[in-house]
């Protein structure tokens, strides 16, 4: 390495075991000690490197981006596990790491999925509009008289040709019709 520095000298034992003083510039000390943790992690990202067959640089720049985020977060693990003077035992290597978060992904979508298919399952098709009793038999029997209901919202008449909304309520059948100066559905409904 070329440099205008001053040298640092390293020494080590040669061919005939003897210790030889070999030059290295500074900036290659400053490097070594800095740059552990860039090391380390191209290391480890070269270990277990995500392998895509495809020629699309974008896909291959993500799945590089993953390696890094696993790499540094391993990293980080060990350095917590440190922290808690944990036995090395007990530390997971970046192999187990690397499952483990993918496990943990891959329940995640899947409780999501489930979550989804649950709302899935709890909707139901809205109930079809059941069928008015036939004009007789709303004609013959009688007890059939409007009630003003106290709902907070008014319901369609079920009078055919009238979609206007009401609050009356026949106390017989149950059905909703209209009682107004104009419009005479439930008088209508319950004659032949």
Partial sequence: MASTQKTNGVGGPGKKKKHIDVPRPDVVRLYNVNMGGVDLAD????????????NKWTIRSIYHLFDIALSSLWMQYVQDMRAQQKRQKEIMKFFEFRLSVGEELFAQAQSQNEAESDSDKEWCPPPKKAPLPSVEARAKTLGHFPRLTDAPNAARCRLEGCNKKTKFLCTKCHWFFCVTKDRRCFENAHTK
């Fill in 43 to 54: 290391r480890m990202i070269s270990y277990y490197r995500k392998k895509a067959r495809v």
